[in-house]
C-alpha cells in the first residue's frame, strides 16, 4: 500500500473505530469478541480498501460497518455452524399483537431494565437494524448499504423489530406477568 | 397510545439505555499496530530500488545459503542474525517515518521521564528506562507505542533543534553488540544491545550529533545498571 493511500485509510476508516466497536459489541454481546472482530474487520478494511472510492471522513462509516457486519456473521457461523442453516425468514419471526397488549410503559425502570435483553435476544437479522437505526442513528439508506437488503425491507424489518420488542416487554420476564 | 408514537419512543428508550460505545484504547492501539504491520512491508514497495529493495532480500537469503554451503552452521545462523538485523532495520526505520507524519509521533506528550515511564505500564510487557537529556540539548518529546519485530515496543521521542529522535527498545535476546551504524534514505540508523536492551537509533539528525546522543544514552544506562 502506498503511504498516500495509508493516509486516506486512516483518515476516512479508523476515525470509525467506536462505530465499529458499538455494532460489533451490541451483536455479539461480549466485549472481548467484540474487539477481536474490530481488529480483523480493520485488517479486511485496509485489504479492500483500493475498491473503496470515498474521499470523505463520513463515507468510511457504513463501509466500515457492512465489513464488521459481515464479520460477526463469518464468526457466528464458525461457532455455531447448524444455526446458519436456518435461513431467516420475516414472517415466520413476526407475529401480531392485539392492541390491548400494546400498553408498554416505556417510563417504568423494570421495562427499562428489560430493553437489553430483550434485544439480546432478537434474531440477528431483527438486532441488527435495531443497533443501526436506534442506537448508532443511520439512516434507512446506509442500514440498507450496511445490511444488503433494500430499504423497503429495512423499514419493516424495523418495524417488526420493534412489534418484537414490544411483545416481549409485554409479556414481562419467565414468569408471565404483564407489566403496565 | 398510537403505533408510530409507540416506535419513537421505544426508540428513544433504546438510545437512552444502551449508548453508542467507545472503542477501549487497547483496541485503538491493537488496530494501530496490526494495521502498521500489515502495509508496512508493501510501503517499501513504492520505494522499489531503495537501500532494503527485494533484491536486497534474496541477496541475503542467497548469501546465507552460500554461507551454509562453504561455512556451515555458524556461517549460516551469523547471515541469518545479519539478515535479520537488516530486516528490523527496516521496520525501525518504517517507524521513524510513520512517526513523522502528523499526528502519530507520540502517544504521550511530556518532557517529564517520570510521566512517560509509567505511561508505559500495563501497556508492554516492560518497562523501558527514560531519561531526559534536555541540559544536553536533546529534550525529551513524549513516548510512543509501535509494533516492531514481531512485537509491541516502546519508542521515545527525544527532539535536537527541528530534528526528531526516535529511540526503540525491547528487552534483549542475544548479548552485547555494535553499536553499528546504517544509512538510508537520508536517515541514520544506531543499533547495539547492551545490557538488557536491544536498542535502535533513528534521525534525519546529522551522525556526529546522532552519535553524541548514543553516547548519552549508553553512558546513562551503564550509570543505572551499575
Keep these: ?180 | 397510545m398510537s403505533e408510530t408514537e409507540f416506535e419513537r419512543r421505544l426508540s428513544a428508550a433504546i438510545r437512552d439505555e444502551m449508548p453508542p460505545l467507545h472503542a477501549p484504547e487497547e483496541l485503538r492501539q491493537r488496530v494501530r499496530a496490526a494495521i502498521s504491520n500489515a502495509a508496512t512491508p508493501t510501503r517499501w514497495e513504492r520505494w522499489g530500488g531503495g537501500p532494503y529493495s527485494s533484491t536486497t532480500r534474496w541477496l541475503a537469503l542467497a548469501a546465507s545459503l552460500a554461507l551454509v554451503a562453504v561455512g556451515g552452521t555458524v556461517g549460516y545462523q551469523l547471515a541469518e542474525r545479519r539478515a535479520g538485523e537488516a530486516a528490523l532495520a527496516d521496520q525501525v526505520l518504517a517507524s521513524h517515518v510513520r512517526s513523522l507524519m502528523p499526528g502519530h509521533l507520540t502517544d504521550v506528550v511530556s518532557s517529564d521521564q517520570h510521566t512517560v515511564k509509567p505511561w508505559f505500564n500495563g501497556k508492554l510487557d516492560y518497562s523501558p528506562p527514560v531519561s531526559d537529556f534536555t541540559t544536553q540539548g536533546f529534550p525529551l518529546l513524549g513516548g510512543r507505542l509501535d509494533y516492531v519485530g514481531g512485537r509491541p515496543v516502546g519508542a521515545l521521542v527525544y527532539g535536537r533543534r527541528q530534528h526528531v529522535i526516535n529511540v526503540l527498545l525491547w528487552p534483549a535476546i542475544a548479548g552485547a553488540e555494535g553499536p553499528s551504524v546504517r544509512t538510508r534514505q537520508g536517515y541514520h540508523l544506531l543499533h547495539w544491545t547492551a545490557g538488557d536492551y536491544t536498542w535502535w537509533v533513528a534521525s534525519d539528525l546529522g551522525l556526529s550529533e546522532l552519535q553524541e546522543f548514543a553516547g548519552l544514552l549508553r553512558a546513562d544506562q551503564t550509570r543505572s545498571s551499575r
Design chain 1, 1 to 180: 500500500m502506498e503511504s498516500s493511500e495509508l493516509e486516506r485509510f486512516e483518515a476516512i476508516v479508523l476515525p470509525h473505530l467506536d462505530a465499529a466497536y458499538t455494532l460489533a459489541r451490541y451483536l455479539t454481546g461480549n466485549t472481548q469478541d467484540a474487539q477481536d472482530i474490530v481488529q480483523d474487520a480493520s485488517l479486511r478494511a485496509l485489504k479492500y480498501f483500493r475498491g473503496f472510492r470515498g474521499t470523505e471522513p463520513r463515507d468510511g462509516r457504513a463501509w466500515l460497518l457492512t465489513i464488521v457486519r459481515n464479520t460477526v456473521r463469518t464468526w457466528r457461523q464458525r461457532r455455531h455452524p447448524q444455526s446458519a442453516d436456518t435461513a431467516f425468514d420475516e414472517e415466520q419471526h413476526s407475529e401480531r399483537i392485539a392492541d390491548d397488549d400494546a400498553a408498554v410503559n416505556l417510563d417504568r425502570k423494570e421495562t427499562r431494565a428489560r430493553l437489553g435483553e430483550a434485544l439480546a435476544q432478537l434474531p440477528d437479522e431483527f438486532r441488527e437494524v435495531i443497533v443501526l437505526r436506534d442506537i448508532q442513528e443511520l439512516s434507512y439508506q446506509e442500514i440498507s448499504e450496511v445490511t444488503g437488503v433494500p430499504e423497503g425491507t429495512v423499514m419493516s424489518r424495523l418495524h417488526r423489530a420493534r412489534q418484537r420488542l414490544r411483545r416481549m416487554l409485554v409479556r414481562g420476564g419467565k414468569t408471565g406477568e404483564r407489566v403496565i
